[in-house]
Nanobody, 123 residues
């Protein structure tokens, strides 16, 4: 299974970006799928994700109402629409796949990771 994240870049505060994560090797409906992020000097943290088979979506409190996760099953692709971006959203964003039925927000539960894409929000 390979995950390829893309779409990062430099944006001003208040702007928007959309990240994509293309999954190959298996259908992503076999996994819980999520986005994590890691800012310089900080631990990797959960941003949001789908449970297996896309049953439910969850978000961290820090992005709720601003970020939206979606998926295109035909393209086997996960998206993260980020609106009202803040400088504190600056981080490397990773998509990840979890074959377990638990641990959506637990980075230790994930089997596969994308390479990360850098999002920089200027003030």
């Amino acid at each position: 299974v390979q995950l390829q994240a893309s779409g990062g870049g430099l944006v001003q505060a208040g702007g928007s970006l959309r990240l994509s994560c293309a999954v190959s090797g298996r259908s992503f409906s076999d996994f819980a799928m999520a986005w994590f992020r890691q800012a310089p000097g900080k631990e990797r943290e959960f941003v949001g994700g789908f449970t297996r088979r896309g049953g439910e979506k969850y978000y961290s409190d820090s992005v709720k109402g601003r970020f939206t996760i979606s998926r295109d099953s035909a393209k086997n692709t996960l998206y993260l629409q980020m609106n009202s971006l803040k400088p504190e959203d600056t981080a490397v964003y990773y998509c990840a796949a979890n074959s377990r039925s638990y641990g959506l927000a637990d980075r230790g539960s994930y089997d596969y990771w994308g390479q990360g894409t850098l999002v920089t929000v200027s003030s």
